[in-house]
């Protein structure tokens, strides 16, 4: 049972780069989610979705882009890094938006 | 827009003292639910419990303990007889039942050392 998993574990990027952070889920979850973890602020909320072709904005969208083409599957994606976006991300799913929700193993990211 | 405050952001204690983790949340809605969630160093994220507003009883588990005070807007955290391995982040977290359909709001969280 994988339960979400993250792609890369880590990843360093060049300002200006991009990248897709991968998130898959296998426990048909229809809400799924992208958080970024910095020291000091918690887990904020980039974007969610509440199923298949749903998609919005969390606490802090600039930079980010995510869609949702099938149930299992969340991509985010980095437009242009930025120094800013030094981050780790987790992304998560749940059954429904007030369940419990279960997180990958987050990814590392670095822009230099 | 739902908030939740956990104003302690780091606490030491001895091996087998008892510690209280602080949480106050804010929210509109008359049906909500709590949850706090587990960090070890090793960066995974643990749900520990999940409560909703209609629920004001405490919950015991083991050596962890939570306290749902409508009054005071407040869902703490006791670890009784806190252990080495109970050094984490622990975060607080809300979601509202019928405001929108934003997922959980999270605290900034509160960093647990326990010394031995």
């Known amino acids: 049972n994988a339960g979400v998993t993250q792609t890369p574990k880590f990843r360093i990027l060049k300002i200006g780069q991009s990248m897709t952070l991968q998130c898959a889920q296998d426990m048909n979850h229809e809400y799924m989610s992208w958080y970024r973890q910095d020291p000091g602020m918690g887990l904020r909320l980039i974007h969610y979705?509440?199923?298949?072709?749903?998609?919005d904005q969390g606490e802090v969208p600039n930079g980010y882009n995510v869609s949702r083409s099938t149930t299992e599957d969340f991509p985010l994606r980095l437009l242009s890094a930025a120094p800013s976006q030094t981050s780790v991300y987790f992304c998560?799913?749940?059954?429904?938006?007030?369940?419990?929700?279960?997180f990958g193993n987050g990814t590392r990211l670095t822009v230099t | 827009a739902q908030k939740v405050t956990q104003a302690q952001t780091e606490i030491s204690v001895v091996e087998k003292e008892d510690v209280t983790l602080d949480c106050v949340y804010e929210?509109?809605?008359?049906?909500?639910?709590l949850f706090w969630y587990k960090q070890p160093p090793s960066g995974e994220l643990v749900f520990l419990i999940r409560?909703?507003?209609?629920?004001?009883q405490n919950e015991i588990s083991g050596r962890y303990s939570w306290n749902f005070q409508k009054s005071t807007s407040s869902f703490n955290f006791t670890i009784t007889a806190s252990q080495v391995v109970d050094s984490a982040v622990y975060f607080c977290?809300?979601?509202?039942?019928?405001?929108?359909?934003?997922?959980?709001?999270f605290g900034k969280g509160t960093r647990l050392s326990v010394i031995a």
């Open positions: 409560r909703n507003s209609f629920d004001e």
């Open positions: 998560a799913s749940s059954y429904s938006r007030n369940s419990p929700l279960h």
């Open positions: 979705s509440v199923g298949a072709g749903i998609t």
């Open positions: 977290a809300l979601s509202e039942a019928y405001s929108g359909n934003t997922p959980l709001v």
């Open positions: 929210t509109r809605d008359t049906t909500y639910y």
